[in-house]
């Protein structure tokens, strides 16, 4: 999907690479686009996979003057155990209270039992386009279930349709 609207200010811990904490003005001081990946859950196998996949195909992003930046609704804790296991070479933000995942409209299927894995957030991508005066949210994909996570080859596609 695209369209594009103000990018959501954020400013978030940081346990991965980057700085602690990292915030959109930082990251839009020197990226031209933001590919902002709001997983679900910790223990979610596609959310760890699409994790390992953006750290994978840095180097394309990075040829495209683009960082991917993991957005994980837990505690900082469980965030560094994921660094911990692998190695990524973005920036992995801790947002426990879901806020910048309600900011950039991530949805969740029960409101009421947001912090539960099954119930809780569903994952979204978004891309924001830092090149102008403000930073837009120029792409997103919304799931519509817990295992709905875009390929990274459609988040490049993504890409690629608002670069030009």
């Known amino acids: 999907m695209s369209g594009s ?16 904490p990292c915030s959109l003005a930082t990251l839009s001081g020197t990226e031209s686009f933001v590919v902002l990946l709001f997983h679900h859950d910790d223990e979610c196998h596609d959310c760890r996979a699409q994790a390992k996949k953006a750290g994978e195909r840095y180097a394309a992003l990075r040829a495209r003057d683009a960082v991917a930046v993991s957005v994980l609704p837990r505690d900082r ?21 879901g806020t910048a995942g309600d900011d950039y409209g991530q949805p969740v299927r029960l409101p009421v039992f947001a912090e539960l894995p099954i119930f809780g957030r569903l994952p979204a991508v978004a891309i924001v386009d830092a090149r102008g005066a403000e930073p837009e949210v120029a792409w997103t994909y919304r799931g519509r279930s817990t295992w709905d996570h875009p390929s990274m080859t459609t988040v490049l596609e993504g890409l690629d349709s608002v670069r030009e």
């Not at 965030?79 to 920036?91: I, K, M, S, T």
């Open 5 to 20: 609207q103000p990018a959501p200010a954020f400013e978030l811990p940081n346990v991965g690479a980057g700085p602690d």
């Open 77 to 97: 804790e469980r965030a560094e155990d994921w660094q911990d296991r692998f190695d990524l070479p973005h920036p992995l933000l801790v947002d426990p209270d």
